[in-house]
């Protein structure tokens, strides 16, 4: 699936960055970052709970797809702002993690 | 400390960043311009990918836990060799910090996602070579080595 499909789809709010015709191919959730730099994959859908700065460098270290915060939570404007200033793409929706992959698993990330 | 020695033969392009202690918010930058500047030389992605995690880690670490250091790139014809040294504190059990999952870090940094002790372990993992030296009030010195055909 396309990071646009879950903007357009499922009403995920684009938070910061642009490229969102990025093809998703994997989905990882984890909120300790060392954990993700050792099993993040190409064109990951990342989807976590940290919104402070350093989470943009695992993302594009790592070629993330995209950057998924669950549950409403709020975004510090500093990753916001670098976030754009660096085209991560960060997307923000109220479900929970669970629910954000029963999407991405019908959607065919398998 | 001491057994650690820069190979400076045939270096095509050396890359030299200085790393602060504590400057979370920079956290990272060294790492990236490393890995831009590997793209940028059509290295390999999966190299390109091993090196962006070795550095980044190395980084995190000197940000952590080190009063401050330095991360110097080798480019070579066969390799990327990666030297990451620091000013202390040092660490005192240098096979319990190879340990996956063993932290020094402090509360906040593990609420940030820090401190999962996985740094050492995954710079050993992804890189070819893997020396660690350290002494407790001199510093802290590795050296890995990505050679471009294997892994």
Redesign the interface.
Known sequence: MIVKDLIESHAFKLMAGTDIDREIKNVYSC?????V??KGKFDTAWI?V?T???????A????FACIIIPEGIEIDK?TIEKANA?SVVILSTQLETFEIFKILYKEGVQ | MGSIIKNEENVAMRLNYTVDNDDFTRAGEASSKIKQMLKQLAIDANIVRRVAIATYEAEINLVIHSNGGTIEVFIKQDCIELYVEDNGPGIKDVSLAMTKGFSTATAVAREMGFGAGMGLPNMEKVSDTFEIESEVGVGTRIKMVVFYNTK
């Open positions: 909120d300790l970052l060392s954990w730099m050792a976590t940290q402070h700065s350093n989470i943009l460098a695992v594009s270290l790592l070629d500093d660096e």
